[in-house]
Each structure stands twice: as structure tokens, then as C-alpha cells.
């Protein structure tokens, strides 16, 4: 790590001073349009005397839309009389990703959330990795990443912590996620968690809280109000901010397998066969993809491997082979 070269984003904010700033993580990137250009991320530090640290990101993936519309509301509104610490908001991680309304980078097709732990002198969306990885990160004692499905998935509002082999550090997890109060609250298995800010997180000793609010590559009232509730309510729980946690029910859900995933293995449109929060029988049929190239095909079925309710599903009318078509989640009680 100390052999690395630093880091070519400069903060227009300072870190250690007290009050609101909003400015910018400035990276250099020189192009056809600008020579000496910068991507210029947005980024609000509120801090308050000495104590503990959240950091508070969306748009790691750019067209996932309830935390930006969280995190750019809270950084307008929060008073740093309310807070004691400090709260740092990137609500725009992957701010080119963002900016064109797309899962990764327009610059570099990068996916930020497959680049950690990045490099100082990788590609843009590297250098943004690195950048959370070797200065934000280290500063942080709890990390809030906003996820929803983006256009292609749409999932039942969750917050998520993952299972860790530290038991103490898994416990203040999912603690933070019932403080979140999302209708549901996940225990999330990752299908490819290398490379992930989550990870990253984790491997640091962080207490990491993510979440799934929706999808479809926009947003709803109630999933935005769902996550403006939580994050505050996760800064109060973790006595950054004053006031009690407005705990609302919440069920739990957990993520046993890799039998939670099913996948399209055919080409075509789909049919989906029952809706995000019903339950799921073992072998029951969750969507159909309809061969689109000629009729009197039978359609492909993809079943439940096992039993639970329905927690995501593909949301496009079409579908590739190897698009995830459906998440599955048991019920904890
Ligand atoms: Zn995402």
C-alpha cells in the first residue's frame, strides 16, 4: 500500500474543519473536449467537534436514483448544530456514471463497484476506487452505500449487512440496518463480491450497511421517503446525530445460497409469473421467456430453486441469456 503513488484527486473541502462545506473530490482527466480538465464529484462535509465518522454514498452505480435524491437532500438540510462528529456525503460516487444516467462509466465503461480496491494511476473509474479506498475509507466508522436496481433489476425496498466472520462487527451491522427501518431488512449474499466497496469496507474492520430500494432506472415516493427516513435515522443510531431512531416494522430476510439466484438461459421477452413480495413454492414457476424470433415456440421457464418470497426481478420487457431473472429470500422469523 505505501508504495503506491498518491492519489491525483484533490478535495476542495477540508476535512477536519468544522461546519458545512460543499465542494468537490476534483480528478484530472484531460480529453478531446477539455485539455486540462477535471471530473469535478460533488462532495458535503458537516462536522461538529471531535467523534464518530459516517460516510454516505450513492450513485456508486449511476442510474440508481434514492439515495442521490437522499444524500443531495441531506446535504442541503442538515444542521450542524444537530451534529456531533462528522458526515461525509459523496451522494454521486461514479459521478460520470451518474452524470449519463448509466450503470458504469461513459469514460472508461468502468463498474466502480467491481473496482476496488483501484489504482492511483489506473482509469478514471480506478482512480475514484482508489481514492475511497486509501482517504475516505480509513476515516470512516460507518459506511452507508444507497443501491437500488438500476434499469435492469427492481427489488423489494431492503436495507442489507452482510454475514462476517467477525460476529461483534456483524451484530452492529444488521443493528444499523434495523435502525434503517426499510420494510425489509436483508441478510445479503454477494454473486460476485470481488471487488466491491462493500468488500473493501469490510476487509478495513468497517461497519458497512448497504441497501436495495427499488429499480427500473428511476425512483418511487414511497422508496424515497424509505430512504430519506433511513439514513437519518442510521446517523442517530450511531449518535452522530441528535434525536431517536423513528423505528418503523421491518421483516427480515436472508439469503441462504446461490439457489436465491436464477438466470436466463435463452434470449427473449419475459413474462413475469408473480410480483416482487409474494411467496415462493420450491419449483413453482417465477417468469417465462418467450422466444421472440418465431411463434409456436414453448417458452423457456425459470423455477424457484427454492422456497421464500420474491426479493428482485429482471425488469426490462426483454431479456438475455445470463441476465439475472430472479432473486429469491426466505423469510427469518
Ligand atoms: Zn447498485
Request: hydrophobic share 40%; charged share 25%.
Given at each position: 500500500?505505501?508504495?503506491?503513488?498518491?492519489?491525483?484527486?484533490?478535495?476542495?473541502?477540508?476535512?477536519?474543519?468544522?461546519?458545512v462545506?460543499?465542494?468537490?473530490?476534483?480528478?484530472?482527466?484531460?480529453?478531446?473536449?477539455?485539455?486540462?480538465?477535471?471530473?469535478?464529484?460533488?462532495?458535503?462535509?458537516?462536522?461538529?467537534?471531535?467523534?464518530?465518522s459516517?460516510?454516505?454514498?450513492?450513485?456508486?452505480?449511476?442510474?440508481?436514483?434514492?439515495?442521490?435524491?437522499?444524500?443531495y437532500?441531506?446535504?442541503?438540510?442538515?444542521?450542524?448544530?444537530?451534529?456531533?462528529?462528522?458526515v461525509?456525503?459523496?451522494?454521486?460516487?461514479?459521478?460520470?456514471?451518474?452524470?449519463?444516467?448509466?450503470?458504469?462509466?461513459?469514460?472508461?465503461?468502468?463498474?466502480?463497484?467491481?473496482?476496488?480496491?483501484?489504482?492511483?494511476?489506473?482509469?478514471?473509474?480506478?482512480?475514484?476506487?482508489?481514492?475511497?479506498?486509501?482517504?475516505?475509507?480509513?476515516r470512516?466508522?460507518?459506511a452507508l452505500?444507497?443501491?437500488?436496481?438500476?434499469?435492469t433489476?427492481?427489488?423489494?425496498?431492503?436495507?442489507?449487512?452482510?454475514i462476517?466472520?467477525?460476529?461483534?462487527?456483524?451484530?452492529?451491522?444488521?443493528?444499523?440496518v434495523?435502525?434503517?427501518?426499510a420494510?425489509w431488512?436483508?441478510?445479503?449474499?454477494?454473486?460476485?463480491?470481488?471487488?466491491?466497496?462493500?468488500?473493501?469496507?469490510?476487509?478495513?474492520?468497517?461497519?458497512?450497511?448497504?441497501?436495495?430500494?427499488?429499480?427500473?432506472?428511476?425512483?418511487r415516493?414511497?422508496?424515497?421517503?424509505?430512504?430519506?427516513?433511513?439514513?437519518?435515522?442510521?446517523?442517530?443510531?450511531?449518535?452522530?446525530?441528535?434525536?431517536a431512531?423513528?423505528?418503523?416494522?421491518?421483516?427480515?430476510?436472508?439469503?441462504?445460497?446461490?439457489?436465491?439466484?436464477?438466470?436466463?438461459e435463452?434470449?427473449?421477452?419475459?413474462?413475469?409469473?408473480?410480483?416482487?413480495?409474494?411467496p415462493?413454492?420450491?419449483?413453482?414457476?417465477?417468469?417465462?421467456?418467450?422466444s421472440?424470433?418465431?411463434?409456436?415456440?414453448?417458452?423457456q421457464?425459470?423455477?424457484a430453486?427454492?422456497?421464500?418470497?420474491?426479493?428482485?426481478?429482471h425488469f426490462?420487457?426483454?431479456?438475455?441469456?445470463?441476465?439475472?431473472?430472479?432473486?429469491?429470500?426466505?423469510?427469518?422469523?
Amino acid at each position: 500500500m505505501s508504495s503506491l503513488r498518491p492519489s491525483p484527486i484533490t478535495p476542495t473541502v477540508d476535512f477536519d474543519r468544522d461546519g458545512v462545506q460543499h465542494g468537490f473530490l476534483r480528478l484530472p482527466y484531460s480529453r478531446d473536449d477539455s485539455a486540462w480538465g477535471s471530473v469535478m464529484i460533488p462532495i458535503c462535509v458537516i462536522r461538529n467537534g471531535n467523534g464518530p465518522s459516517a460516510l454516505l454514498t450513492g450513485g456508486n452505480h449511476g442510474d440508481e436514483y434514492e439515495g442521490p435524491l437522499a444524500l443531495y437532500d441531506l446535504a442541503r438540510t442538515l444542521d450542524p448544530r444537530q451534529v456531533s462528529g462528522t458526515v461525509i456525503i459523496v451522494p454521486a460516487m461514479n459521478y460520470p456514471a451518474f452524470r449519463a444516467g448509466t450503470r458504469t462509466s461513459p469514460i472508461d465503461k468502468g463498474n466502480l463497484n467491481r473496482s476496488f480496491p483501484g489504482r492511483p494511476d489506473g482509469t478514471v473509474t480506478e482512480k475514484i476506487a482508489d481514492y475511497f479506498q486509501r482517504e475516505l475509507l480509513p476515516r470512516t466508522d460507518i459506511a452507508l452505500d444507497f443501491h437500488s436496481g438500476g434499469r435492469t433489476l427492481d427489488f423489494v425496498p431492503f436495507c442489507a449487512a452482510h454475514i462476517r466472520p467477525d460476529k461483534a462487527l456483524e451484530a452492529k451491522g444488521f443493528a444499523a440496518v434495523e435502525a434503517f427501518s426499510a420494510p425489509w431488512s436483508m441478510k445479503m449474499l454477494e454473486i460476485d463480491a470481488v471487488g466491491m466497496f462493500d468488500t473493501a469496507a469490510e476487509e478495513m474492520g468497517k461497519l458497512f450497511i448497504t441497501t436495495e430500494l427499488g429499480g427500473g432506472g428511476t425512483s418511487r415516493a414511497e422508496t424515497v421517503r424509505i430512504a430519506r427516513r433511513g439514513v437519518l435515522n442510521v446517523l442517530r443510531h450511531a449518535g452522530i446525530v441528535t434525536g431517536a431512531v423513528e423505528m418503523q416494522p421491518t421483516r427480515w430476510l436472508d439469503m441462504p445460497s446461490g439457489d436465491c439466484f436464477s438466470f436466463a438461459e435463452d434470449d427473449g421477452m419475459i413474462e413475469t409469473m408473480i410480483d416482487l413480495g409474494e411467496p415462493v413454492e420450491e419449483g413453482q414457476v417465477l417468469a417465462r421467456i418467450h422466444s421472440i424470433g418465431r411463434t409456436g415456440t414453448a417458452p423457456q421457464e425459470i423455477r424457484a430453486r427454492m422456497s421464500g418470497l420474491l426479493a428482485a426481478r429482471h425488469f426490462p420487457g426483454l431479456v438475455k441469456a445470463g441476465d439475472c431473472t430472479a432473486v429469491v429470500a426466505v423469510l427469518v422469523d
